[in-house]
């Protein structure tokens, strides 16, 4: 994973849009209508879709392929699942998506740190 401060920034931004539009699409597409389980299923396949989208198009020039990806591809994916399984609207899909952002950043860096060992951010 990248250690410059810039990039760090940047995944976060690029994770937390990602999953903000996925939930937003899939809330407005789905929005708990179909029961939790096909719910689910279905707010995961948009989820990637979109992510795959958002990321190829807009992300990957500025940020870089191998480092957004995956990230953005396992947001797209749950912010999917959250979008399809609820009804959200208004501020419950930004939190979501933010949220949900966030975490994946935090867990793919962490699950990252644990394999490489430590590194020193770099500005």
């Keep these: 994973m990248e250690t410059r401060l810039p990039f760090i920034i940047g995944d976060l931004l690029a994770n937390a849009f990602v999953a903000t539009v ?7 597409l789905i929005g708990g209508d179909w029961g939790m389980a096909v719910g689910m299923l279905a707010g995961m396949v948009i989820g990637m879709i979109v992510a795959l989208i958002l990321s190829l198009t807009m992300l990957v ?16 994916m749950f912010g999917g699942m959250w979008g399809g399984m609820w009804a959200l609207s208004g501020g419950d899909v930004f939190r979501w998506g933010i949220g949900t952002g966030l975490i994946v950043v935090v867990v793919i860096y962490g699950l990252n740190l644990f394999v490489t060992g430590p590194r020193k951010v770099r500005t």
């Design 61 to 76: 020039p500025v940020l870089g392929v191998m480092e957004v990806m995956s990230p953005c591809m396992l947001s797209g």
């Design 22 to 28: 996925a939930v937003a699409l899939t809330s407005w």
